[in-house]
């Protein structure tokens, strides 16, 4: 039976055990910003994800001693070590290289490769089209089938101002789900079809996987279709259309983790890109940074592969 005191005591023993399990809490929270697990490491998604959960992490695999793996199937994911340096991928830039696919260009150079996700059109894209007219900057914008149907003036608008349109596939999927070449190659192929009817030119043979999902057999199956596979070095959160970033918060992200040789992912959807990037741009420009073509990073690419020497 439950007496009074009984009831208090049980009482009391509950209250102190959610004090130490808050306690813990608070204490494992500052453990692991202390000693983190990496998302590559661990399997757990930490520090920012992108969409489909893509992890932009900021955790230092040198911190953990946990390397990050050279290739890995899943999702795209960086670890940020330092500031202004190159981030670790969970795929080296010598593995992806052997699938004519990048992440970033590895230079000392203050080189940066702009790149757009295109999903849909908000009334964002014209913005961001001005300031980098304004500023002379090439871009690629990776374009989805209902971006071409929707949107056809501005994607001849980009081609006519001479940025590179690539391939995001026609419907957006996971393509690291699909096991056939046949499928894989068909959200490429439908998607060109359509470019080539709206523009009167091929399409650029450029291909960034949704939700920077992948495998290792998509890679091979892009590389065998003619494409070069980008991912990038830099991205911040800022897609959610209903909950943008603030300027302040773009500027910390996009302007501490610059480096030499990054492709910086970007989505045309995000007011709060359009209403900075004219600014941003001249803040990289100050930070002695110039706007390159994905072009020159393939090229770049090629130029490095050592011939075989002579017997």
């Not at 991205?235 to 970033?245: F, G, R, T």
């Amino acid at each position: 039976m439950n007496t009074p005191s009984r009831i208090i005591r049980k009482g009391t023993e509950y209250f102190f055990l959610a004090i130490l399990c808050f306690c813990m809490g608070d204490a494992a929270a500052r453990l692991a910003q202390r000693w983190p697990l990496t998302a590559a490491s661990s399997g757990a998604s930490v520090s920012e994800t992108g969409s489909g959960g893509t992890v932009y992490s900021r955790l230092s695999a040198s911190e953990t001693g946990a390397s990050v793996p050279a290739s890995a199937d899943g999702s795209w994911g960086l670890s940020f070590q330092e500031e202004g340096k190159p981030p670790v991928a969970n795929a080296s830039a010598d593995y992806l290289a052997q699938f004519d696919a990048f992440y970033a260009r590895q230079t000392d150079e203050k080189v940066l490769y702009l790149t757009f996700d295109a999903g849909y059109e908000n009334g964002c894209t014209g913005a961001i089209l001005d300031a980098l007219k304004k500023h002379r900057a090439p871009a690629a914008f990776f374009v989805v089938g209902n971006y071409i149907e929707t949107a056809p003036e501005l994607v001849k608008r980009m081609v006519s101002e001479g940025h590179i349109v690539g391939n995001h596939t026609y419907h957006h999927p996971d393509m690291s789900s699909i096991s056939t070449r046949e499928a894989f190659s068909k959200e490429l192929t439908d998607l060109e079809q359509l470019f080539e009817q709206t523009t009167g030119q091929p399409m650029k043979k450029y291909y960034r996987p949704p939700q920077g999902r992948y495998s290792e057999s998509n890679l091979k199956m892009a590389q065998s279709l003619g494409y070069r596979t980008f991912f990038w070095s830099l991205a911040y959160v800022d897609w959610y259309q209903d909950n943008q970033p603030s300027h302040e918060e773009a500027y910390r992200k996009l302007l501490g983790r610059i480096h030499p040789g990054a492709v910086v992912l970007l989505h045309s959807t995000s007011k709060t890109n359009a209403e900075i990037l004219d600014d941003l741009l001249t803040k990289w420009e100050e930070m002695g940074y110039r706007f390159a073509s994905l072009d020159e990073l393939a090229a770049s690419a090629s130029a490095n592969v050592t011939p075989s020497s002579e017997p």
